[in-house]
C-alpha cells in the first residue's frame, strides 16, 4: 500500500448506520520468522488511539479486505477494500459471527507471567508453563520508544498478551505516551523465533460505518476474500 491508501474518507451507501469506528493513526509493521524459515512480510492497520481499537487490512491473491473485531459481541465486521487513485472506498461484506467457547479449557491458565525491566525503554518478557518457573513458553524482548500516542501492543499467539501490555505500562512514566517499536520473540515449545518491528506511522483521518442490518456468516478465512 503507497501513502496515497491514507489520503481518505470511507464512503458507504444505502444502509441506515448503526455504528461508527473512527481512526486516526495508520501503522505498518515489518515481521520476520527466522526460525524454522526465513520468512518476511508487512502487517498493516488502522488505529484508533483513544479508544485503542484497531482496523486490520489483509492482502490475499491480490483482493484486498479490511476487518473490525467487535469483542463485546465476539464477532468481525469485513469490508471490501477498492482503491482508484488517491481514494479509498470500504463496502461492507458480512459480518463474521464467532461460536461461544463456553466451558472451554483454558491451558495457559497456570503460566507465570514475567516482565523485567533492563533500562527505561527495554524490557524482558518471559512466560513461565507454571509456578515452578522451570519450563518457558514464550520469551521476548521488547524495546520502546516515545510517540505521540499510546500502542503498547505485545503481538503473540498467546491469549494474556494484555496482561503482558499492563505490566510493561506499570512501568512507564505516565507523562509519556509509548510505542512498541520493537519485539523479538521465541516459542520455546516450537522453537519460532520472530522479529516485529514498526515500519512507518502516519497520521491519518478514517471513518468507517458499519450498517444497521448484519449479514451474518459463520467464519470461513477464504470465503472473506470472495466477492
Given at each position: 500500500m503507497n501513502?496515497?491508501?491514507?489520503?481518505l474518507f470511507c464512503f458507504i451507501t444505502s444502509f441506515a448506520f448503526s455504528q461508527e469506528y473512527h481512526y486516526d493513526y495508520f501503522i505498518a509493521e515489518h515481521s520476520v520468522r527466522f526460525?524454522?524459515?526465513n520468512q518476511q512480510w508487512t502487517s498493516e492497520s488502522f488505529y484508533d488511539s483513544v479508544n485503542q481499537k484497531m482496523l486490520f487490512i489483509r492482502t490475499q491473491n491480490d483482493k484486498i479486505i479490511a476487518s473490525i473485531?467487535?469483542?463485546e459481541n465476539n464477532r468481525s465486521h469485513i469490508f471490501k477494500v477498492n482503491k482508484l487513485k488517491d481514494k479509498i472506498t470500504f463496502i461492507y461484506k458480512h459480518t463474521n459471527q464467532y461460536p461461544q467457547q463456553q466451558h472451554k479449557?483454558?491451558?495457559?491458565?497456570?503460566n507465570i507471567i514475567k516482565v523485567e525491566k533492563l533500562d527505561s525503554l527495554k524490557y524482558n518478557v518471559t512466560v513461565f508453563k507454571n509456578s515452578k518457573l522451570k519450563k518457558k513458553?514464550?520469551?521476548?524482548?521488547?524495546?520502546?520508544e516515545k510517540?505521540?500516542?499510546n500502542y503498547i501492543n505485545f503481538n503473540a499467539d498467546y491469549n494474556r498478551t494484555d496482561e503482558i501490555n499492563k505490566k510493561i505500562r506499570s512501568f512507564l512514566n505516565p507523562k509519556f505516551n509509548y510505542i512498541i517499536s520493537n519485539q523479538?520473540?521465541?516459542y520455546h515449545s516450537s522453537d519460532y523465533t520472530f522479529e516485529e518491528s514498526i515500519q512507518k506511522i502516519q497520521k491519518t483521518d478514517l471513518t468507517i460505518i458499519v450498517p444497521e442490518k448484519l449479514v451474518?456468516?459463520?467464519?470461513?478465512y477464504w470465503s472473506d476474500f470472495e466477492d
Open positions: 501513502k496515497n491508501f491514507l489520503l526460525k524454522p524459515d473485531y467487535d469483542k479449557k483454558d491451558y495457559n491458565k497456570e513458553k514464550i520469551s521476548a524482548i521488547v524495546t520502546l510517540s505521540e500516542f523479538q520473540k521465541k451474518l456468516k459463520e467464519y470461513n
